[in-house]
């Protein structure tokens, strides 16, 4: 019986077999790095959300029991650890100038504040920003007819109001050792009458002319899911 050697010269096709298993394997490589870095962003995101909801609450928990100490009382949401004290509460009328009254309000609030954020290492280390932020109603001012005027005008005293009260908890008696990170991540915004205070769908002038103090949570990105970021 005789016996038949296949050889394997170039026209049998093994190489271009090579090839095509090789092509696929890169192919399904690159597809489960793709279906990975996805997941991996969606859980991230996910994750991102619970972790910023996390911080601000307990965050917010911290301010709230510490006022409530020093019985004052201040609208806190308590999801996010927001402050929102009304224009009577601090200034003299239709003016950005703080009032005895506020002067005396923020006396107490700051260092309560600051010392709540920083006082957590690790919960401070999640802060990005500690914004202070000025709002007004809509209400036109005697005399100004035009809508760019108005909205401008309300700009101006919305920044001017956060600006006093950014100034002002400077020199309230928080604990100094603090004032490095607090200035890093401090922000004075005006917002004139863009958020107002909707009550049953109607803005609520005198809940609109307030300041805000908000923290905003640092990101929780893609290449922090992936532990590319230390």
Known sequence: MGIVLRGQGKGDGSEENIFWVTMADLLLGLAIVFITLFVLAMTGFSQQSI???????EVSERISGELKKENIFIDVDKMTGDLKISDVELFELNSYVLSPK??????????????????????AEQIQYIIIQGHTDSQMFAGVTSKDEQFLRNMDLSLKRAQAVADYIFKTNYDKKYAEQFRKIVVVQGKSYNEPVLVNGIEDFDKSRRVELKLQVKNWDVSTALGLQR
């Open 51 to 57: 972790q910023q909801q996390k911080v601000q609450m």
């Open 102 to 123: 506020g002067k005396k309000l923020l006396d107490k609030l700051a260092p309560i504040y600051v010392n709540s954020i920083f006082a957590d290492k690790e919960l």
